[in-house]
């Protein structure tokens, strides 16, 4: 594991253990419901993880559009656009602990590894549409009903299993709903041998909302064009497939450092962005528009 | 107006309506709502529904 990753794992395990800090409900099969359960956490963090000490910003948005009576979620969506505008997909890379699980997935040895294909640009649309369809239109039609969580999200799935193995009742509960999330949980576990966070690149609605704001959010990746020397290492290491001479702003750059290290000539920049600065006209190297 | 200035003045701006925002919703009492919700098990998240 390189040393950029190493800190970059450290501080998502150290983020995932203060989000999740409460250890005596991973024994008890119970949740937190203490005073702090009303702030919502950046990153996917299902707040019936035993550990949660936070809530959901996706669930929490689903359960103000779900309401029988709508109210305009102010509150989550506040903290979202907050959380959005100083980092972005900084979230992502660093505060983000179903991101962590699918990287340290991504470090077992595996037959198979594909990182680039050809449906990968098309398919990072999907995101986009679970968003749209399965955090805002549906539930807001089909009320009390938070359909990214009930039929999608598997970190509600990781939080199921881990509060079955200590609580009988719920265990005994779990039915055919639970089946088809394990089916959807197994297939990003397996997804995530293969490809570097395909969660992330595709399915995730959270990642869909903050790349919004990878354009102009307080943290940024800058290019100085008069030290890039277009050599290409930046995008041949990026394993979120962006090239970053072309789109330091990328929708889908989560931020993760990796291109600054490679540069040979310090051209990359990742940080609170006080200048900006455009990208080499001559360059054609494929890349995602931010 | 260069570019720069402009990322500048939309986050100024997003960062601005988020405040206002979450303080709208505290207002509102929103964030008990987020309580309410957070605080007990969510049966669909966790597969039951």
Redesign the interface.
């Known amino acids: 594991m390189a040393d950029n990753t190493k800190k970059r794992v450290a501080v998502q395990g150290l983020w995932s253990l203060i989000t999740n800090a409460n250890f005596k409900g991973f024994f008890e099969g119970r949740i937190y419901s203490g005073p702090v359960k009303q702030i919502c956490v950046p990153g996917l963090n299902c707040y019936s993880c035993p550990g949660a000490v936070g809530a959901c910003p996706i669930g929490s948005l689903q359960t103000f559009l779900s309401k029988m009576t709508f109210k305009f979620p102010y509150y989550v969506l506040g903290l979202l656009i907050f959380f959005g505008a100083i980092l972005g997909r900084v979230v992502c890379g660093f505060l983000c602990p179903f991101g962590l699980l699918q990287e340290l997935l991504a470090l077992i040895p595996f037959p198979i590894k594909k990182n680039r294909f050809k449906a990968d640009r098309p398919m990072r649309r999907i995101k986009y549409i679970i968003l749209l369809l399965c955090v805002v239109i549906l539930p807001a039609s089909i009320k009390l009903t938070p359909v990214f969580c009930k039929y999608i999200c598997p970190s509600g799935t990781v939080s199921g299993i881990l509060l079955a193995i200590s609580n009988s009742v719920l265990a005994g509960k779990l039915g055919r709903l639970f089946t088809w999330k394990l089916i959807i949980l197994l297939a990003i576990v397996i997804g995530s041998l293969i490809i570097f966070r395909p969660f992330c690149k595709y399915l995730c609605p959270l990642g869909a909302f903050y790349a919004i704001f990878n354009r102009f959010a307080l943290v940024r990746l800058t290019c100085d064009t008069s030290k890039c020397i277009s050599c290409g290492k930046c995008s041949s290491v990026c394993k979120m497939c962006v090239d970053p001479t072309l789109t330091p702003d990328s929708g889908e750059c989560i931020r993760c450092g990796d291109c600054v290290k490679a540069c040979p000539e310090g051209a990359l920049h990742c940080g609170i962005s006080v200048k900006d600065r455009t990208a080499p006209e001559n360059s054609s190297r494929d890349t995602f528009a931010s | 107006m260069?570019?720069?200035d402009k990322?500048?003045i939309?986050?100024m701006i997003?960062?601005t309506?988020?405040?206002?925002?979450?303080?709208?919703?505290?207002v509102?009492g929103?964030?008990?709502?987020?309580?309410e919700?957070?605080?007990?098990?969510?049966m669909?998240?966790?597969?039951?529904?």
């Open positions: 260069k570019a720069p990322k500048r939309i986050l997003t960062l309506a988020a405040i206002i925002l979450i303080f709208a919703g505290l509102e929103q964030a008990s709502a987020v309580f919700k957070a605080a007990k098990i969510c669909e998240c966790i597969g039951i529904g």
